[in-house]
């Protein structure tokens, strides 16, 4: 009696792990993995962010979309782990900043990265 006891006992507790373990898997977009957010979606809460008007709105999105495909390209074709990727990177979204820059100007730009970067602070406090 006691050994079926015992294997009984044992399997319960082999079947509650297995069940726990199996509920501890992060939800989609939380598994270390950013998730991009679209040019369209990005330029409407660039757009919230710094209030732009409706022509304003559409040319960033479409800086957006142009250098979407050119960051795509720059991932696949040089690794993480080679020594000039930040400066290469740095270079590509230098050039992005600039074209922003030129369509709605300094103040308001400089306006955006504030706000970045205090939503930055916020992600590293909270986590």
């Known amino acids: 009696m006691k050994k079926y006891l015992k294997l ?3 399997s319960v ?3 509650s792990m297995s069940a726990t373990a199996q509920q501890q ?8 993995v950013r998730q991009q957010l679209s040019a ?3 330029a409407q809460n660039f757009a919230k962010d710094v209030s732009l008007t409706d022509a304003d709105k559409a040319k960033v999105e479409a800086v957006y979309a142009k250098n979407d495909t050119i960051f795509t390209k720059f991932r696949t074709e040089v ?3 080679s020594p000039d990727f930040r400066e290469k990177f740095k270079a590509l979204r230098d050039a992005q900043d600039a074209e922003l ?3 709605i100007g300094k103040e308001k730009f400089e306006a955006f990265q504030k706000l970045q970067a205090e939503r ?3 992600r590293m406090n909270n986590n």
Do not use: C, H, V, Y
Request: proline fraction near 8%.
């Open 8 to 10: 009984f006992l044992a």
């Open 13 to 15: 507790l082999f079947i």
């Open 25 to 32: 898997t992060p939800p989609q977009g939380q598994n270390g």
């Open 40 to 42: 369209k979606e990005r």
């Open 79 to 81: 690794s993480r782990d």
């Open 101 to 103: 820059i030129g369509i």
């Open 120 to 122: 930055r602070q916020k």
